[in-house]
């Protein structure tokens, strides 16, 4: 058995035309969709992250505010600068990028934010209200899992779901949607014992850890839809310097009946629902 690939950066593309529209319906009620971003440091990695996302505003039509922030900015001025765009009515969407220097503190950072503006949907309270499910927002990289199963026509309901990781960010918002679809779920972690014979009896099995190629192909049921969050740089080896995922493709792509790929998976559909987020903000506050 070969896998069938699911095509996450096609599929975003594809998102991202549609809100294009979207937005531009929008633009011309008078309400322009509008995202701030801000990246406090020099993180190569964030920079990359920050720029492909400013990119995909700009292709959706999205009016987007990016801000630098040196690192050695305080607490107190970051709060400040989001308290500022809390109350900024051409702004939709708040994002600061994770991780933080360490003299801020990234909980308080995330509660500063405007839960109607918190469009990476970290809030406690939409939080709490994904987990009552009455969700603002939905976290966007769960979300985009969502949409590239109901795109791959996997059947969720009555499936047997198991997720690898049990981060507030993938692990566990995305247990709380695959429930809310009527998956039976298993989540997974660092003291699961036998892991293998939790991954092999799952029909999805959600890969996010970030622990390059742990999860191998006799780890997983035969024609079993396997998604990769997990995105890890080589640091040894013949492939040193690639990227590559939690799970081990080579062996994994035969024996799912469906994969997706590390690069060009999740992570162009993270982006995607970036934006679908905050077009829905937009239309909210337009009324």
Same mark, same amino acid.
């Given at each position: !058995? ?69 690192? /050695? ?103 709380? !949607? ?40 006799? !780890? ?18 013949? /492939? ?28 162009? !559909? ?18």
């Amino acid at each position: !058995m070969t896998a069938r690939i699911l095509d996450g950066l096609a599929l975003s593309r594809a998102i991202r035309a549609e809100l294009a529209e979207r937005a531009a319906e929008l633009t011309a009620r008078g309400t322009r969709p509008g995202l701030a971003v801000i990246l406090v440091g020099d993180s190569p990695a964030s920079a990359v992250y920050v720029r492909n996302k400013i990119r995909a505003c700009t292709e959706a039509d999205i009016h987007s505010i990016y801000e630098h922030m040196p690192a /050695d900015t305080t607490e107190a001025a970051l709060l400040a600068r989001i308290r500022e765009l809390n109350a900024d009515p051409s702004v939709h969407g708040i994002l600061v990028q994770l991780p933080l220097p360490p003299q801020i503190d990234e909980a308080r950072v995330i509660e500063t934010i405007s839960p109607a503006k918190d469009v990476d949907g970290f809030h406690l309270h939409n939080a709490g209200a994904l987990l009552a499910g009455t969700p603002l927002f939905k976290p966007c990289t769960p979300l985009g899992v969502m949409k590239l199963l109901e795109h791959a026509g996997t059947p969720i309901e009555g499936a047997d779901a198991v997720i690898v990781g049990r981060s507030n960010i993938v692990g566990k918002p995305l247990a709380l !949607m695959l429930t809310a679809a009527n998956a039976t779920v298993t989540i997974c972690h660092s003291r699961t014992r036998d892991l293998a014979a939790h991954t092999r009896r799952a029909d999805i099995l959600v890969a996010a850890v970030g622990s390059a190629r742990m999860i191998t192909g006799d !780890m997983i049921k035969p024609g079993a839809t396997v998604i990769d969050v997990g995105i890890n740089r080589i640091a040894e080896g013949p /492939d040193a310097g690639k990227l590559c995922g939690d799970v081990d493709f080579d062996s994994a792509s035969q024996v799912a009946g469906a994969i997706t790929p590390v690069p060009g998976g999740v992570g162009p !559909m993270t982006i995607a629902m970036l934006l679908a987020n905050t077009v829905d903000s937009a239309r909210r506050f337009a009324g």
